[in-house]
């Protein structure tokens, strides 16, 4: 009964506040959650996780022993996921991150390599960033991730040591400098002999993604795939 009653409420409240997607403005009907199904079916899709050697796998070839890697989407300048990740991450709509997250949690699902990943790791932001901020959009996106794949979050182990500058403008080199050695692992026991997916929103140099890698793979007997939802054509 009580559920019912918020089926009402939340129809009549809708009929004078509708709830419109992030993308597009336009309402969003039952079934639909911060992204409309046009908008999702419109956001162009890498199909990355079906080929082995992709080009998010290539970005770290020579760099860093990953087992799998790879982007749901491109990311282009003013695009739909540009406009998204961005809410995402500077509008306090962590809640796209989620919906994202199952997106290509679904995508994932589809590849064995994927269905035998243990724990999922979303990137760590300083303790400082994250309460500026209020949250960790990558936390997001891989509580969205493990809504579809049989793994759990670790939103702890891992962590950020040491507190940088933002990477956005910085050369390649730059990235790579401003990272190095800044994760840190509070107990290796819990990761040893898993294989690990560690969740970011985009792909650029990979810098991070390679330093948060490489402290992982300090440890023993010990798989890492890399998954973001966007990549940098």
């Known amino acids: ?49 079906l080929i082995d050697n992709n080009p998010v796998s290539q970005v770290f070839w020579g760099r860093v022993n990953i087992e799998y890697a790879s982007s749901c989407y491109f990311f282009n300048k003013g695009g739909l996921l540009q406009k998204l990740i961005h809410k995402l991450k500077y509008k306090g709509m962590k809640e796209i991150g989620y919906e994202l997250g199952k997106q290509f949690g679904t995508e994932l699902s589809n590849v064995e390599w994927a269905k035998n990943i243990d724990i999922v790791i979303p990137v760590p932001i300083h303790p400082k960033r994250k309460k500026q901020r209020g949250y960790n959009q990558s936390d997001w996106i891989a509580k969205g991730i493990v809504e579809i794949l049989p793994a759990h979050v670790d939103y702890h182990n891992l962590y ?63 798989k890492v795939s890399i998954a973001t939802l966007g990549f940098t054509a």
């Open 1 to 49: 009964m009580i559920k019912i009653l918020k089926t009402y409420i939340s129809d009549f409240l809708n009929l004078f506040f509708p709830v419109v997607c992030q993308s597009c403005g336009s309402p969003l009907v039952k079934q639909e959650n911060f992204i409309c199904t046009e908008c999702l079916y419109l956001l162009p899709k890498t199909n990355f996780h």
């Open 160 to 222: 950020r040591a040491v507190e940088t500058q933002t990477q956005t403008k910085k050369t390649r080199f730059e990235r790579w400098e401003n990272v190095e050695n800044i994760f840190k692992i509070k107990s290796p026991q819990l990761f040893e002999g898993k294989h690990i997916l560690i969740v970011d929103d985009i792909l650029t140099t990979g810098a991070t993604l390679e330093a948060c890698a490489n402290e992982l793979l300090k440890l023993k007997n010990i």
